[in-house]
């Protein structure tokens, strides 16, 4: 899918802040710098649509990107960065879910994991909560090509077995699943407008 047209729409912290939008929405959640922003950059085709942070777990808004009047990507604030105050993590909790539970657009999720570590205790804690909650969840293994064909295989045969779902293998440096990806994407929205 070719975007035209992709902005940031507002940025919020709370309910009242949220877009006053019906399109659906596709909300990204990952541990900090595991590649949220790089994804949603890629997938908009823009290099800095959403800004790829130096600093992991800055950022503690909630981003909605307009996908031309298709669908509105979420970027929710990272979970699981280690440095992270107590405040911090109880800050993140209500404003991740407060949104998670709460918005009637919200469609599906994409949960992202890093390719190259086994997921840790929040991922699988995040990813038992999303289903629980009955969510539709699209799962990334991130930054492939930091691995080998070989070990990638193993690294999303581990994925499998840990979460009992396949993980897409993408990469925002070579563009890898993208395709992929923008087709899981497009039948949710398809599905979201029967
Ligand atoms: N090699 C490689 N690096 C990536 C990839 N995706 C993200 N990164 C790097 O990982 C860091 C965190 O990425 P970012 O998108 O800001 O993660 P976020 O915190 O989840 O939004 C940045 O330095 C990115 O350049 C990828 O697919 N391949
Ligand atoms: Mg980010």
């Known amino acids: 899918m070719i975007i035209t047209n992709a902005r940031l729409i507002t940025t919020a912290v709370e309910k009242n802040g949220y877009p006053d939008t019906t399109a659906p929405e596709i909300a990204f959640v990952g541990r900090s710098n595991v590649g949220k922003s790089s994804l949603i950059n890629a997938l908009a085709g823009r290099k800095a649509l959403a800004r790829k942070s130096a600093a992991p777990g800055k950022t503690r808004v909630i981003n909605f990107f307009g996908m031309d009047d298709a669908v509105i990507f979420v970027d929710l604030p ?77 690294s999303l045969k581990s ?23 923008w087709e899981a994407i497009n039948l949710i929205i398809r599905q979201a407008s029967r």
């Open 78 to 154: 990272g979970y699981g960065y280690a440095k992270a105050s107590k405040k911090e993590i109880v800050s993140w909790g209500r404003m991740a879910e407060g949104y998670l539970k709460s918005r009637k657009q919200l469609k599906a999720i994409v949960f992202l994991l890093d390719i190259r570590r086994a997921p840790t205790g929040d991922d699988l804690k995040m990813y038992e909560w999303l289903t629980f909650y009955g969510y539709k969840i699209i799962t990334v293994a991130t930054k492939s090509d930091k691995l080998n064909q070989r070990e990638a295989a193993a």
């Open 159 to 181: 994925i499998k077995d840990a979460l009992g779902v396949s993980a897409t293998a993408f990469s925002s440096v070579k563009k890898t699943g993208k395709d992929e990806l």
